[in-house]
């Protein structure tokens, strides 16, 4: 089993930044994919950026150029920089994990979930 804690939301004005985390603890040692998603009010969860554990990266096209996923492998903590902020990033963002590595932010392919960081952007 694996624990996922996000944290790090927030309200910030449109074009700035946040940077959100997530914690990964329990059976780490068999995750190879990460992931975050997001879910705005009325709208379904979408992939917003995943990394496997060769650091290879994917990105939505709507964050492409704006968000940056990476993590620490010593920590075992997955972050998500978000710069150029806009009102539409507004969301719950969650942080997700599996076992493999599938090359598809699709959240079918991801097994482990944690509880959601809420990021808000005003204009």
């Known amino acids: 089993q694996v624990q996922l804690v996000e944290s790090g939301g927030g309200s910030v004005q449109a074009g700035g930044s946040l940077r959100v985390s997530c914690s990964a603890s329990?059976?780490?040692?068999?995750?190879?994919?990460m992931g975050w998603f997001r879910q705005a009010p009325g709208k379904e969860r979408e992939g917003v950026a995943g990394?496997?554990?060769?650091?290879?990266?994917l990105y939505d096209p709507s964050v492409r150029g704006r968000f940056t996923i990476s993590k620490d492998l010593d920590s075992n903590t997955l972050f998500l920089q978000m710069n150029s902020l806009k009102p539409e990033d507004t969301a719950m963002y969650y942080c997700?994990?599996?076992?493999?590595?599938?090359?598809?932010?699709?959240?079918?392919?991801?097994?482990?979930w944690g509880q959601g960081t809420k990021v808000t952007v005003s204009s």
């Open positions: 997700a994990a599996d076992s493999y590595w599938r090359g598809i932010l699709d959240e079918e392919y991801f097994t482990y």
């Open positions: 329990g059976s780490t040692s068999t995750i190879t994919q």
């Open positions: 990394i496997n554990s060769q650091g290879s990266t």
